[in-house]
């Protein structure tokens, strides 16, 4: 499993190609997600997700080489493998004669629901304060506290009258806590007789008896936003006014994500189809170490932009050792050298080129895309247009496989996301093939 995450996070790195720092693989950007709104659920996800002592660190002495890395000298300037001509190293296999399965998926009024309020509403919550029952679990309530062990005070154990906003199960506080809380009503004193845990991280307090005397100043209940026009129309989106055109809103982005992840799935099929079918007679070492020394640097770019060095990186996201992460680096380039290996012999057999135009028309798109001046100015901002062309050259080779392939589509029964769903949009959700996310 290991070498299988680092080998997809190789393939998505190096596929990337030249646009890597600049648009992230522009092809799944702009529709991922339905609306602005869910940017707040992003930022959750998002939170460190790094050890708390990882240190800033460059890259070991080992990688300094990597310095003035550039993998746009592996390429001629037509995208192509320098000096190496793809069909010298390996045989193709029918490529025609693959077989794709492409499941086809709907976005159904269920999965529009989930999103309104699993990604919207819940985070336009409202509080309101509670004076007619006692607190439950989920309410928030405010709380002073004091904690005591044989009667003595001990640090840390009280609110000092400033007031404690606490979530009834959360399991902020120890074990018992807030159960004990849970029945109290507002300006309601309690004692709650609990004890540490054995393992607490303050070993004085550890295993001890206390007792917290607990005052609930006041409690609070949040409920979600509820959808109606009023609540679409603060959301200010251009055409978007009404519960019924915000429904379509959100069906229209969810189907166009899941087209973008159905192609996604579909491109990796075919290449990891067309990889496994052929016959390598070798792989130029030299090749081999270029695709090593561009995931390395990569890997270590991300990895510097968590304020951590190559090696913590590896082991927190891929549960790699030092003595294990190097075989797999080199397993993930191999097989990522072997790819471009065959996707070069595609090209050559085929006689795929990248035209003048198709460059140019590439260059005027993910300018406007990304909200660059001009194609001057982006074009400056990738610099090296040979590692590009590689990029593009990637992805017309795919589409030649994908259009060339026996691809089945499984049926699914077709569902109407609201009643405003108008036919053709209707027609078009036979044609997604993941899941809506």
Do not use: W
């Not at 680092?6 to 646009?19: D, E, H, K």
């Amino acid at each position: 499993m290991k070498n299988t995450n680092l080998t997809r996070a190789a393939a998505s790195l190096l596929a990337c190609g030249m646009v890597f720092g600049l648009t992230a693989c522009s092809s799944s950007a702009s529709s991922s997600e339905a609306t602005a709104e869910s940017a707040a659920s992003s930022e959750a996800a998002s939170e460190s997700t790094v050890p708390d002592d990882a240190t800033a660190e460059s890259a070991a002495d080992d990688y300094s080489y990597l310095a003035d890395f550039s993998f746009s000298d592996a390429y001629d300037e037509n995208g192509y493998l320098k000096g190496i001509t793809a069909l010298d190293y390996v045989t193709l296999p029918d490529t025609e004669s693959f077989t794709l399965s492409d499941d086809a998926t709907t976005v159904s009024d269920s999965d529009i629901d989930d999103y309104i309020s699993n990604n919207i509403l819940s985070n336009y919550k409202t509080t309101n304060e509670i004076t007619n029952r006692a607190a439950e679990n989920g309410d928030t309530v405010n709380i002073d506290f004091a904690g005591s062990i044989d009667g003595v005070a001990f640090d840390g154990g009280d609110s000092q009258g400033n007031g404690y906003d606490l979530t009834l199960g959360s399991g902020t506080f120890i074990d018992g806590f807030e159960d004990g809380v849970i029945g109290m009503k507002k300006d309601e004193t309690k004692d709650l007789n609990l004890t540490f845990p054995e393992d607490y991280s303050n070993t004085d307090l550890a295993g001890a008896d206390v007792v917290f005397t607990v005052t609930v100043n006041h409690v609070y209940e949040e409920t979600d936003a509820v959808l109606d026009d009023a609540f679409v129309a603060a959301r200010n989106i251009d055409g978007v006014s009404t519960v019924a055109e915000y429904r379509q809103y959100v069906y229209d982005n969810l189907m166009s994500s899941a087209k973008n992840q159905q192609e996604t799935e579909l491109e990796r099929n075919v290449l990891e189809a067309v990889t496994a079918n052929a016959t390598f007679k070798e792989t130029p070492e030299e090749m081999v170490s270029r695709y090593y020394d561009r995931l390395v640097k990569n890997l270590t770019a991300t990895a510097s932009m968590y304020g951590i060095d190559l090696e913590t990186f590896m082991s927190y996201s891929y549960g790699l050792a030092a003595d294990e992460y190097e075989d797999e680096l080199q397993k993930s380039a191999q097989s990522a050298a072997e790819q471009i290996m065959v996707m070069q012999a595609i090209a050559e057999k085929e006689g795929l080129t990248l035209t003048d135009e198709e460059l140019q028309a590439d260059l005027e798109s993910s300018a406007s895309e990304y909200g660059y001046d001009s194609v001057d100015a982006y074009q400056e901002a990738i610099g090296d247009l040979r590692g590009y062309k590689e990029y593009l050259m990637s992805e017309k080779v795919t589409k030649y496989l994908i259009e060339n392939a026996n691809v089945t589509e499984t049926e699914a029964s077709t569902e109407e996301a609201t009643e405003e769903t108008t036919e053709t949009e209707t027609e078009t959700t036979t044609e997604t093939a993941t899941e809506a996310e």
